[in-house]
């Protein structure tokens, strides 16, 4: 029996997408490498997190160089993308319209890529640098280390990461919907290896890139799940850590929610809890805002903004050779590789909600609206976060000591309608975790069916239902420590992004390579390209009549059949 043959180059995206055929051999050696993999990790914990651990501290230590320059390159491409000619290209056809509305296509990107960081991270890490300044610049609890605080802070949450996933979102998306490859990360390297990327090495990055975003996911769930219950017992009063019980069954719940949601569509499921996590998320922040120190949060954001555009080109080629490798690779390399390990999940699906925006939109949208709203979240949390500690006299070190997922509901019991607002902040925990679950089954489905962008329901939810359960036998296999398998299962995800980096960069290239030969009146002002057409097509005309090609038709000349006696 023969195996359905991958997406043809010259196919044009179909209609009937779940017709496309599923690839069985990425499907099932990806599935089977999954099994593997959580089997190692359930029966060999220790030995697991040790090797992931040793395998870690090689790469970031050798390599935090490279992470670094490609996470700059990143940034400066996109940056060039946007202010070239090469901007005006559709992704898609030329006369193709955008899917979603603005408000909903950046709502949906926003909380797919990094929204439940952001209430993860949004107090516990201005609040560590401010205690632990980086590289040891500043004395710790000072308003100097709450500068750089808020700086570091900026700029592991800003223009970086985002010009990570918008570069590779916008090469997916380009091949994708104007030269019909499909949503694949390995259609996208058809520049630069031809054929090859339908034969074994294509199908192999179309693996790896599934077993990124199934663990990579699967750990975040894990991770919210904690926090879920650490925001339980705030409102209820009682103790839930080390609960593997009810981690788990807000696991169970979480995955029920999300795996509907995706089967749901795109246009409904995801759209719909996006929108709803976008107003909650706008809602607490302004309380916050409003109950808060309103002026000093107001001062933090924008002395922050003019550090961080100041100190941006040295913090982002700093690589510890001179002093402070330690930190960096704890942290700035750290957040790098996890960036990079998260681009095929979410590159794929900006990539999947993007089609017939241009190439200047996207980056526009992609990279500078989730940079300015990252800062003024962690502005408004961070910022509160620090006024307690170096205003009104609150131990924040000792709260942070208690566990960084704890971070955030100890910051709102110091504010009016603390218990509202922690249930809202536990609501959106738990939809940002839906959002981005269902969004990650959506592209593993996708990556499974040759990269059609409605992958068949039963591939969404086997990779749904995946993802809950690699979570939870991750927490049990912790042992007392629930966090000790989810940090072997995150460490293993950051090493994936090692060799993902070399493709990362290479579908760069690819894009290059396609847009330079992209005819020159794509790459035109829509209006100046319809007046070139008008133009042209005026010249033509006039030429085909002085020629004698096509009847001259004046004013004064009779036209046949009209009526001549009057």
Known sequence: MTEPARTDIDRPPSEDDRAVPIDWAVFG?????????????????????????????????????????????????????AVSRYGNIKLGPDDSKPEFSTFSWVSMMFATGMGIGLMFYGVAEPLTHLNTPPMDMAEPGTEAAAHLAMEYTFFHWAFHPWAIYAVIGLTIAYFAYRKGYGNLISGTLRPLIGHHATGPGGRAIDMIAILATLFGSATSLGLGALQITGGLAHVFGYETGGNLTLAVGVIAFLTACFVISAVSGVDRGIKWLSNANAIAAALLALFLFVVGPTVFILGVFTESIGGYLAHLPAMSFRTGAMGGNEWLSGWTIFYWAWWISWTPFVGMFIARISRGRTIRQFVIFVILVPSLVSAIWFSIFGGVAIDLQLHRGVDMAARLAEGQESALFNTLSDFPMSTITVALAIFLVAIFFVTGADSASIVMGMLSQNGTPEPKRWLVVFWGAATGAVAAILLYSGGDDPKAGLTALQTGVILIAGPFLLVLIAMCVALWKSLREEPFNATLQPTMRRHMENHISSVVVTKMEDTGAIPIIREDTPRPGADTTS
């Open 29 to 81: 050696v990806a599935a089977a490498l999954s099994l593997l993999v959580l089997a190692y990790g359930w029966f060999n914990t220790a030995g697991f997190s040790a090797a992931g651990a040793a395998a870690l501290a090689w790469i970031t230590g050798n390599f935090n160089w490279l992470f670094v320059l490609a996470s700059g390159g990143f940034v400066l491409f996109s940056a060039v993308l």
